[in-house]
């Protein structure tokens, strides 16, 4: 069981989530981030702080949605590890509220 992070991040990065994880899961890209499963310790601790709801445990992924996990695992190899939290991308605001957030 991991955590992963759906399209909801792209375009916000807030990463807010970053700053609540314990054990420093999440990678980043330009355009949002990823959880590592191996690390993650399933806490849960970043699902309430992220303000677009992109956070969901596995366990709760829709069949649709399930391709998430893969994209997570894989996307956490290949993008550094963010230990720390980084300013908002420009619009987005806008993607929150696009989103209904
Ligand atoms: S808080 Fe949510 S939108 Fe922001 S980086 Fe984390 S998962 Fe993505
Ligand atoms: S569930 Fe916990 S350990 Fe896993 S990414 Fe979220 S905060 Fe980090």
């Known amino acids: 069981m991991t955590h992963v992070v759906t399209?909801?991040?792209?375009?916000?990065?807030?990463?807010?989530?970053?700053?609540?994880?314990p054990v420093a899961c999440f990678h980043v890209n330009e355009a949002r981030v990823y959880i590592d499963p191996v690390t993650c310790i399933d806490c849960s601790a970043c699902i309430p702080a992220c303000p677009v709801h992109a956070i969901v445990e596995e366990f709760d992924l829709p069949d649709?949605?399930?391709?998430?996990?893969?994209?997570?695992?894989?996307?956490?190899?290949r993008y550094p590890r963010l230990r720390s939290k980084l300013p908002a991308l420009d619009g987005a605001d806008e993607r929150r509220r696009s989103l209904g957030y």
């Open 64 to 77: 649709d949605q399930q391709y998430w996990i893969g994209i997570n695992a894989e996307a956490a190899q």
């Open 7 to 21: 399209d909801n991040c792209r375009g916000c990065r807030y990463t807010d989530c970053v700053a609540s994880c």
